[in-house]
Every structure is written in C-alpha cells, then in structure tokens.
C-alpha cells in the first residue's frame, strides 16, 4: 500500500490541473519589500537589513473579500523561503476576514540543533477592508517573532505589486538555509511532494492581474 507522501503528489497535481493555479494558495499578488533582523540563535535569519520578494495570498482562493486562510511568503538570501499563513495557537490554520486581523505563523517548527522553533509575522494594526487582493493597503508592515517563548527578532515591510508573479517559485522545502530542517519529516516528505504536484499539474510561469 503506498505511504501518505506517495499519494500527495498526484492530489495535488490534479487539484492544480483542475485550477491551472496553485493547488493551494491560488490567489495572490507579489510584493518588494525589506526585512531587517537582528542576531538571534534560534533562527539563521540574516542580520541587518535586506531586500525581499514575496507573494501575499489567499489560501483556498475564495472569491472576492471572503474569510481565508491568508498565507504570507519571502525569499531571503541563500535562498530561503519562508511560507506563513494566518494561524492561532501556532499550528491550526486560520480564516480570517482582513489582512491585518490575525499573526501569521509557519504552523510547523523548523528543527535546528536538536530544538524546535517556530516563526510568527504579526501585522501592523492598518485597517483593511476585507481579504480581497484589491483591499491589500500600499504598504504592510509586520513584527517578526520566534518561539516559544515567543520574541521580537526583526521586521518585515511588504509593498505589494499590480499583479501575480509565479516567479520565483517559492519552495521552503528546496530552498532552506544548511543545518534548518522542516519538521516533523514525515510532513516534510509529504509537503515536497505536494508542491512538486502543484508546479506539475499547472501551466507554466503564469502572469495575472490580481482577482478582487
């Protein structure tokens, strides 16, 4: 009988043949910005200040300024790529009505030197009208934090552009600083398979307009 990460993989490049989009996070617009970080042991996040590209999206891909899970992605150097989504209590994904409205955390710890830590990015208090991508504020500012116990450890601003970029595709599994594992593995194992079906089951290097 197969294992669970063997069956992901053709899931989730259906669910992406299907939309020809993202099997998850479908809906979304890229964003330039900076993050500056200070020296903290937990994670190997660069220290001072940086540039970064990333995608601020909708997790289901619900129309219009309907609740999502809302997700929250960056390439840092290395490269590394960080995906977060809207969350509460670290682990359980969570819809949420504006962009602003909920912390958005890695909902899995990343494992480094035998510990398990988990990455949060909480939202400046600016009033969004809704989770529509046409509601996304011209800037977005966000306190990075690691735990537990959870502290401060950078900040994160996102200037989102006109329209969605599948480029670079952002893998957190393939992109990942040495000695930074996903864990658990088993989870690991089944995420790499799953946005290996996603890129596979979708047309290549799409360009849209963000969808309201």
Request: proline share 13%; net charge positive; charged share 25%.
């Amino acid at each position: 009988m197969p294992a669970v990460p063997d069956l992901v993989e053709p899931a989730f490049r259906a669910l992406a043949a299907a939309r020809d989009a993202k099997a998850f996070h479908p809906r979304g617009r890229w964003f330039e910005g900076e993050l500056t970080a200070t020296f903290d042991p937990a994670l190997p996040l660069p220290v001072g200040e940086v540039e970064v590209c990333g995608r601020l999206s909708k997790g289901v891909g619900t129309p219009g300024g309907l609740p999502d899970v809302l997700g929250l992605a960056f390439r840092l150097p290395g490269p590394w790529d960080v995906l977060l989504s809207t969350c509460v209590a670290r682990v359980v994904p969570r819809p949420t009505r504006t962009w602003t409205s909920a912390r958005y955390g890695s909902i899995t710890p990343f494992r480094r030197r035998d510990r398990l830590v988990w990455l949060a990015a909480v939202p400046d208090p600016v009033r969004c009208g809704s989770a529509a991508l046409t509601d996304l504020p011209a800037e977005l500012g966000f306190t990075l934090e690691v735990g537990p116990p959870w502290r401060p450890v950078g900040r994160l601003v996102a200037r989102p552009l006109d329209v969605d970029r599948d480029l670079p595709a952002l893998d957190p599994v393939l992109n990942r600083p040495a000695g930074l594992d996903l864990a658990p593995a088993v989870l690991a194992r089944a995420r790499e398979r799953a946005y290996r079906g996603s890129r596979r089951g979708r047309s290549p290097d799409p360009v849209t307009a963000p969808e309201a």
